[in-house]
Nanobody, 127 residues
Framework: QVQLVESGGGLVQPGGSLRLSCAAS????????IAWFRQAPGKEREGVSCISSDDGSTYYADSVKGRFTISRDNAKNTMYLQMNSLKPEDTAVYYC????????????????????WGQGTLVTVSS
C-alpha cells in the first residue's frame, strides 16, 4: 500500500522558517504529481504547492509565492516544503499528497485530483 508520512511541523514565531518532509513508500517519480496542502480550523483544504512529474513544473498558491519552496529528492523518495517568512495565517495542518494518474498544470493544487494522502503535520505560527 502506498504511504506518505509527513514530518517537521511545530511551533515557530512569525518571520521564522520550517522545513516539512514527506517520505513516500515508493519512488516519487512514480507519481504524476506530488503536492502540499493545508487546512486551517474551519476552512477548506487549500493547495499550497505541487510538482508535475512529467516536466518538473512547480506551482504555488498566491498566498505563499516567494516564501515557500517545494522540492524533492528522488534518491530518498522524499519531498520537502521549505517555508520562510512564516505568518500567523500559515497556521494549519499540512498534508502531502500524490497521484498516480495524469494531471495537467495547476490541477495538482486541487485536492479532488489526488488520491494518496499523508496523515498531516501541524504547523503553528505564533509569538
Amino acid at each position: 500500500q502506498v504511504q506518505l508520512v509527513e514530518s517537521g511541523g511545530g511551533l515557530v514565531q512569525p518571520g521564522g522558517s520550517l522545513r516539512l518532509s514527506c517520505a513516500a513508500s515508493r519512488s516519487t517519480l512514480d507519481y504524476y504529481a506530488i503536492a502540499w496542502f493545508r487546512q486551517a480550523p474551519g476552512k477548506e483544504r487549500e493547495g499550497v504547492s505541487c510538482i508535475s512529474s512529467d516536466d518538473g513544473s512547480t506551482y504555488y498558491a498566491d498566498s505563499v509565492k516567494g516564501r515557500f519552496t517545494i522540492s524533492r529528492d528522488n534518491a530518498k523518495n522524499t519531498m520537502y516544503l521549505q517555508m520562510n517568512s512564516l505568518k500567523p495565517e500559515d497556521t494549519a495542518v499540512y498534508y502531502c499528497a500524490a497521484t498516480l494518474f495524469p494531471l495537467r498544470g495547476t490541477s495538482c493544487l486541487d485536492y479532488r485530483y489526488l488520491e494518496v494522502w499523508g496523515q498531516g503535520t501541524l504547523v503553528t505560527v505564533s509569538s
